[in-house]
């Protein structure tokens, strides 16, 4: 819509890394229970609205509602996409009669602590001393809008309570090092830490939808 490219160009403008949700037209759909000559022409619809906007293709896409199987991933890499999936979520994508959270701490402080586990065991990747977190948020949620600021700084603070050292700059804002970080994360290949004694801090990278 005329509404969403403003938007996008806005973001972008701003500094944001825009990449693939779904370019279906009025729908939001689980790219499982499509076609897959419409995921694809989904994907090459998305990709353009973006190009034209940022003045290159993107190079990541977010599944809808994270549902995949093979045939998805396959469609993403015909596409020249790769998955990006979240490790944090504000679960804010549907709103239940009301349009509040009143469980924004322990949802998000829950998830910190095994987020900390996977750190210790080796299973996040690391760019540059840091391990990139993503967090997914619904920006199109107003009680998300609205309350943006109060959930990141519950992350700083759970993350602080639960002993995972932050890097000095807690979230990453300038788009070329959010796009390497989320290349990283991205679903390419299972990655592990080799050094054991390698101890970099958690930089929150977050995703808006």
Same mark, same amino acid.
């Given at each position: 819509?005329?509404?969403?490219? +403003?938007?996008?160009?806005?973001?972008?403008?701003?500094?944001?890394?825009? !990449?693939?949700?779904?370019?279906?037209?009025?729908?939001?759909?689980?790219? *499982?229970?499509? !076609?897959?000559?419409?995921? !694809?022409?989904?994907?090459?619809?998305?990709?353009?609205?973006?190009?034209?906007?940022?003045? +290159?293709?993107?190079? *990541?896409?977010?599944?809808? @509602?994270?549902?995949?199987?093979?045939?998805?991933?396959?469609?993403?890499?015909?596409?020249?996409?790769?998955?990006?999936?979240?490790?944090?979520?504000?679960?804010?994508?549907?709103?239940?009669?009301?349009?509040?959270?009143? $469980?924004?701490?322990?949802?998000?402080?829950? %998830?910190?602590?095994?987020?900390?586990?996977?750190?210790?065991?080796?299973?996040?990747?690391?760019?540059?001393?840091?391990?990139?977190?993503?967090?997914? @948020?619904?920006?199109?949620?107003?009680?998300?809008?609205?309350?943006? +600021?109060?959930? *990141?700084?519950?992350?700083?603070?759970?993350?602080?309570? %639960?002993?995972?050292?932050?890097?000095?700059?807690? @979230?990453?804002?300038?788009?070329?090092? *959010?796009?390497?970080?989320?290349?990283? $994360?991205? @679903?390419?290949?299972?990655?592990?830490?080799?050094? !054991?004694?390698?101890?970099?801090?958690?930089?929150?990278?977050?995703?808006?939808?």
């Amino acid at each position: 819509s005329a509404a969403g490219r +403003a938007l996008l160009r806005r973001e972008h403008e701003e500094g944001h890394l825009l !990449a693939v949700h779904t370019g279906t037209r009025g729908s939001h759909e689980s790219h *499982l229970h499509l !076609a897959s000559a419409a995921v !694809a022409r989904s994907l090459d619809d998305a990709k353009a609205d973006i190009a034209e906007i940022a003045g +290159a293709a993107p190079r *990541l896409v977010g599944a809808p @509602f994270w549902a995949y199987d093979q045939a998805t991933l396959a469609a993403y890499e015909r596409a020249g996409l790769d998955m990006l999936l979240t490790d944090l979520s504000a679960r804010d994508g549907v709103v239940w009669g009301f349009n509040v959270s009143l $469980r924004k701490r322990s949802n998000l402080g829950g %998830q910190l602590e095994r987020l900390r586990q996977q750190a210790a065991q080796g299973r996040l990747p690391a760019l540059d001393g840091t391990l990139p977190v993503v967090v997914t @948020f619904h920006d199109v949620n107003s009680h998300t809008a609205r309350s943006l +600021a109060e959930y *990141l700084r519950i992350l700083v603070e759970e993350a602080q309570a %639960q002993g995972l050292r932050l890097a000095p700059k807690p @979230f990453y804002d300038a788009r070329d090092d *959010l796009e390497r970080a989320a290349q990283l $994360r991205a @679903f390419q290949t299972t990655r592990t830490q080799q050094d !054991a004694s390698y101890n970099p801090a958690l930089s929150l990278s977050t995703v808006s939808r």
